[in-house]
């Protein structure tokens, strides 16, 4: 079993709604989580399990520093 880890602030997010707010391909954000860019907080079990990733983790991979909008 995976452990979740505790998320200090904001939404936890699937890639599909990250994709759905950033007008990005769900490909794109798998890769970006595949090759480390943004860090997930964990994958659901199964092997089509959804990552899970926080609203934060999301904001610093596309504008470190900045509130994107959507998010």
């Known amino acids: 079993m995976r ?4 998320v200090t602030s904001g939404e ?3 890639t599909r709604e990250i ?3 950033l007008q990005l391909s769900r490909e794109t954000i ?3 989580i595949r090759e480390g860019r ?7 079990p ?3 399990g ?15 520093g900045e ?3 959507g998010l």
Do not use: H
Not at 3 to 6: A, G, N, S, T
Not at 50 to 64: F, G, I, K, N, T
């Open 50 to 64: 959804a990552y899970l990733v926080s609203e934060q983790a999301v904001v610093e991979w596309r504008c470190p």
């Open 19 to 21: 994709s759905r707010r």
């Open 30 to 32: 798998c890769l970006a």
């Open 12 to 14: 936890v997010l699937t």
């Open 46 to 48: 199964g092997r089509n």
């Open 3 to 6: 452990r979740i880890l505790p």
């Open 38 to 44: 943004l860090k997930a907080l964990t994958k659901l």
């Open 67 to 69: 509130r994107l909008p």
